[in-house]
């Protein structure tokens, strides 16, 4: 073997995985088509809650939000704001920055942390056997690991190679894009406007440049013909009712958006991550957090697997489709939703109600999961029967006894066991101790919350239970 794992593609979920398997202790090489100056497309510019507590339990969310723009409401279509200060969140909103930003920190911690990276180097096709799996490139080399995951987008090479299908339809064609200066700053929201047809939206990078993203709708232009900036203009003030005075686009282009989702996520020695397993609509901003968060729940994952003898971590692996899969589908559901609900012809009444996630809803409780939704905070993977409820969410950011919090605890890459202010490992419930100590950091928590909780290096709860001996597991937190 050449390396543990290759990743193939260093956009953000193949850079976070890579960070995460190089902390674990794996071998891994990233193989990039591009060369290491060319930077990926900047496509991306919203950084959703969740996101930035992945970032934050890797060290790099304190020195992404410095760069970015705090948006803590998002306007659609004139009538619904969906506020995200109340998020229970250290980062209570969206994060404006763009995608490269994301990258440049995830690049610089994969290295740090041992990963090897080929850039100019190109996989075309790839074998596999009971061992491992062998990747050849366009000059003709081959390299040869345990695993490989395809995090190389939306076209992957690797999911061709191995016969995934990638079902699914076109849902927007001709959109416009454009990274712009303005003479007239909007409001300060993340502005969705739909009218006349078309759709119009304008975020802040946070550095004087503005992305705008509109639609024509009655007005259907082929993908080849170059952008002006005055059918820029234009869109906004149909959908805006004000161009804010845009001028110097520094980056103009044309695209369309498919909903597409790999039915599987892993074939034998292979799995898929990110936009090679699942691709939807821009609106709502969540591809680059799901794939982010594709490669949190996989790193820990696959670096566990490959320190079992053979064949023994299968389980563990195959939960990674089990529960990101699911997300997934309900990404494509959701962003779909926006965008129905965004080039509707009907009334806002109708489209309201004929979106199935209900994220264009005036009720509190329905903006609420909305919320939860979009930031990704909500997210929770399936619970066994009759384990704590709190088995499965995301495990919220403690204070520990020491000053730290969990979040930082999690730097480890291992599991964090949190137990109650001067509890000791010998008190900690039976299901809490599964994991081998050396697996695992043993901190204490600081608020005078009693139960212990068993978090999985991605951060959500393992186990959790109560720590007074002799007593059942509690059902509270
Ligand atoms: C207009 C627009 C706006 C968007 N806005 C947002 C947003 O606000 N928030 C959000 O979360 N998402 C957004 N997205 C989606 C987001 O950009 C993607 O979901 C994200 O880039 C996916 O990351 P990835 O790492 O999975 O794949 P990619 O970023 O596509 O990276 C794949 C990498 O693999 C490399 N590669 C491909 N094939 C090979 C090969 N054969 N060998 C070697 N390397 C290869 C490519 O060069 C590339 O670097 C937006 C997308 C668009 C189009």
Redesign the pocket.
């Known amino acids: 073997m050449d390396t543990d794992v290759i990743v ?8 976070l995985l890579a960070g995460d398997l190089a902390t674990a202790g794996t071998r891994v090489t990233v ?4 060369p290491a100056e060319l930077s ?9 809650a969740r ?1 930035l507590e992945v970032l934050d339990a890797r060290g790099l969310a304190d020195e992404l939000v410095a760069k970015g723009r705090p948006v803590r409401s998002v306007q659609l279509f004139e009538k619904l704001t969906i506020d995200l200060a109340d998020l229970p969140s250290r980062f209570p909103y969206v994060l ?1 920055t763009p ?1 490269y930003e994301v ?1 440049r920190l995830l690049r610089r911690r994969a290295e740090a942390a041992g990963a090897v990276f080929r850039y100019d ?4 096709s790839l074998t596999q056997d009971d061992a491992g799996v062998t990747a050849t ?2 000059d003709g080399s081959h390299l040869r690991a345990r695993y490989l995951v395809g ?8 999911r061709a190679a191995v016969g995934i299908p990638f079902p699914g339809r076109a849902v927007i064609r001709s ?1 416009v ?1 454009a990274d712009v200066r303005l003479a007239r700053e909007p409001a300060d929201t993340l502005t969705v406007a739909a009218a006349n047809d078309s759709l119009g939206f304008i ?1 802040p990078f946070g550095d004087g440049w503005y ?1 705008f ?1 509109g639609w024509h709708g009655n007005r259907s232009v082929s993908e080849d013909e170059p952008v002006e900036l005055d059918e820029v203009r234009s869109i906004a003030r149909a959908t805006l009712h004000d161009d804010f005075g845009m001028t110097e686009p520094r980056f103009l ?1 044309r ?1 369309h ?1 498919d909903e597409r989702q790999a039915p599987t996520y892993r074939s034998g020695r292979v799995l898929l ?5 699942h ?1 939807h609509s ?1 609106a ?9 968060q ?2 949190a729940n996989l790193g820990w994952k696959l670096a566990a697997t490959l320190r079992l003898p053979d064949g023994v971590g299968a389980e563990l692996l195959d939960s990674y489709e089990a529960e990101r899969h699911p997300v997934g589908r309900q990404v494509l559901r959701a962003s779909g939703g926006i965008l129905r609900a965004a080039t509707s012809r009907g009334p806002f009444a109708t489209i309201a109600g004929t979106i199935g996630v209900g994220i264009v809803s005036r009720a509190a409780p329905i903006r609420r999961r909305a919320a939860g939704f979009i930031s990704a905070l909500g997210v929770a993977y399936p619970r066994p029967h009759g384990a704590h409820p709190l088995v499965g969410t995301r495990a919220r950011d403690l204070p520990l006894e020491g000053g730290a919090r969990l979040a930082e605890a999690l730097r480890a890459g291992r599991f964090v066991l949190v137990a109650r202010a001067g509890a000791s490992a010998p008190d900690l419930p039976a299901a809490l101790g599964e994991v081998d100590p050396a697996e695992r950091v043993l901190t204490r928590r600081a608020d005078g919350g009693a139960t212990a909780l068993l978090v999985r290096p991605d951060g959500y709860v393992a186990a959790a239970g109560l720590l007074t001996p002799g007593r059942r597991q509690s059902r509270h937190r």
């Open positions: 193939v593609g260093a956009g953000p979920t193949g850079l193989v990039e088509k591009r990926n497309l900047t496509r991306a510019f919203a950084v959703h996101s404006v995608q990258e180097t190109e996989v075309t490139t366009a995090t190389d987008g939306a076209r992957s090479t690797v959109m894009l975020a992305r993203i282009s695209f958006a991550a990110g936009d090679a397993a691709v821009p709502g901003g969540l591809g680059m957090n799901t794939g982010m594709d490669a």
